[in-house]
């Protein structure tokens, strides 16, 4: 099979159909992760930012499920499914402006095989799903810049918009301009006399202004959440944490992809990649190394989430779709190195489901108390099923006179309550409310999410899953005058146990300073 031009557009076209028919599928068929489901609740009160995170993917998600109205999965993830489809393209097109179009062909295969960008981002409903949109149209604009003798005021301006709206969803986006700034700083001073470079950066104050307003309102307790979760001053060197976000990117990256991504900069710092100017070649670098080295650094600190620094490692995929093209010349629409790239995505993909799904019981702990701590794979596995047995439970309890209709269901940490709300209380309309710390509660402990709050002598509801095993008992004791022996609901997955739920009933509630 060879290429010419004319079947680039009816390729990529099918690309794209076909990988986000994918998407569609795994957002219909599996349920909402701790992540995604705690994001569904942004939904619930759009505001101008939230706890965690910038706030694009709440605006999002009330967009693609119309209010909250439409209460399935692949709503709710949608919007990440539309983002990666757009995404797609764009890479395709920025490979095809910086190079040619095959070029930007691979690119795009390298994009929809990257598990980061297609499935955390792509089909998974995160910050970084809207965020990876703008991204790669705010590299794509730096790259116009960067390629044309003279400074385009709508590239700069453009920039400036997308690189705004990257941070309205995930507060790496600033690090486009810090790539911006160290590009223009090392190897092309003049153009910081143009004044639309900083029109361009106050567009993106602009759009970020948002975020100001809710943190000054809330005394930047975003900032004050984040910055914990990377201060390295009072740590030592954990070099376990560090292997572990190595083998982290390696895998969210996709394995063969991040090997060819730093023979590609290996390549490129021993001057020996002479594909792509050397103009394109400071931009990809300068948008980023800075994000990967920074995590890197704080990984030998402080445990982080490998996924972070997937916006830099996403924009290095096209290094290696050049590095392809390069290497095979008789112009394969598949070259043998891409059909491994696909080969290792589908099996990855399709062992991944058959896990979350179908794996006999659990990998992780087989405490009786803490059965299935330790495996993810239950935080996306058996919500609806326990949701269905709950309201059995509950119209039980309610016809027996055992609970009130209006009994709360209540949590000490923001998982499993988002599950609860989205799987449980939404269907049994029962209030929900979050009992404990700041840093457990997340966004629970600054919203409330409906106007009646416990009242003294209310009773409550307290679900607890054994694989986030919580004492009640010590707990809730000082909040509730009596708590009952909790019924137990096992919960199977291929025959085996997997874990267990256990459902308190908390009685006459008192508050407490």
Not at 5 to 15: D, E
Not at 54 to 60: I, R
Not at 71 to 95: I, K, N, P, W
Not at 393 to 416: C, E, N, R, T
Request: aromatic letters at 16%.
């Amino acid at each position: 099979m060879r290429f010419s031009a004319k079947p680039y557009a009816g390729s990529i076209a099918l690309l794209i159909f076909i990988t986000t028919l994918l998407h569609l599928i795994l957002a219909f068929i599996l349920p909402l992760g701790n992540d995604e489901v705690y994001y569904w609740t942004y939904a619930l009160h759009p505001a101008w930012s939230y706890f965690d995170h910038p706030p694009m993917v709440g605006w999002l998600i009330w967009l693609t499920t119309i209010g909250t109205h439409l209460h399935q999965e692949l709503f709710v993830r949608l919007g990440a499914v539309l983002c990666s489809a757009l995404t797609m393209y764009v890479v395709y097109d920025t490979g095809r402006m910086i190079r040619n179009e095959r070029t930007g062909w691979i690119a795009a295969i390298c994009y929809a095989c990257a598990l980061y960008s297609s499935i955390l981002a792509g089909v998974f409903m995160l910050p970084d799903s809207p965020q990876i949109l703008f991204w790669w149209l705010a590299l794509r604009s730096l790259l116009r810049i960067a390629n044309e003798d003279a400074d385009k005021p709508l590239a700069w301006l453009a920039f400036g918009i997308w690189t705004g709206l990257a941070t309205l969803s995930k507060i790496h986006g600033i690090f486009l301009w810090m790539g911006a700034a160290l590009y223009l700083l090392l190897f092309r001073r003049k153009t910081l006399k143009n004044p639309y470079v900083y029109i361009a950066a106050g567009i993106t104050l602009i759009c970020i202004i948002p975020i100001l307003i809710w943190n000054i309102q809330h005394h930047f307790i975003t900032y004050a959440y984040h910055s914990q979760r990377v201060d390295v001053a009072q740590s030592h060197i954990h070099l376990n944490y560090f292997v572990t976000e190595i083998l982290g990117e390696c895998f969210y990256h996709h394995p063969l992809l991040y090997i060819l991504t730093w023979i590609c900069l290996i390549q490129v710092f021993r001057k020996k990649f002479h594909a792509l100017t050397p103009q394109t070649i400071r931009i990809l670098l300068c948008c980023s190394l800075p994000l990967i080295g920074i995590l890197l650094g704080i990984s030998l600190f402080r445990s982080i989430l490998p996924h972070w620094s997937g916006p830099a490692y996403s924009s290095l995929l096209l290094l290696v779709a050049v590095y392809i093209d390069t290497r095979n010349v008789s112009q394969k629409k598949f070259p043998v190195v891409i059909r491994w790239v696909m080969g290792i995505f589908l099996i990855i993909i399709l062992g991944g489901c058959w896990i979350i799904m179908d794996y006999p019981g659990t990998f992780g702990s087989h405490d009786p108390m803490e059965y299935g701590s330790g495996d993810f794979t239950l935080d996306m596995y058996g919500w609806r099923k326990i949701g269905q047995q709950f309201q059995q439970v509950y119209q039980h309890d309610v016809q027996a006179g055992l609970m009130p209709k209006d009994a709360f269901i209540v949590a000490s940490k923001w998982f499993p309550l988002a599950h609860e709300q989205f799987y449980i209380s939404y269907y049994t309309r029962q209030p929900v409310q979050g009992i404990g710390a700041v840093d457990d509660l997340h966004e629970y402990a600054i919203w409330r999410p409906q106007a009646r709050q416990l009242q003294p002598g209310d009773d409550a509801y307290c679900i607890v899953p054994s694989n986030y095993f919580t004492d009640v008992d010590a707990h809730f004791s000082m909040w509730f005058q009596k708590i009952d022996t909790p019924m137990i609901i096992q919960q199977y997955r291929s025959g085996k146990l997997a874990r267990k739920f256990f459902i308190y009933r908390l009685h006459h509630f008192q508050p407490h300073d």
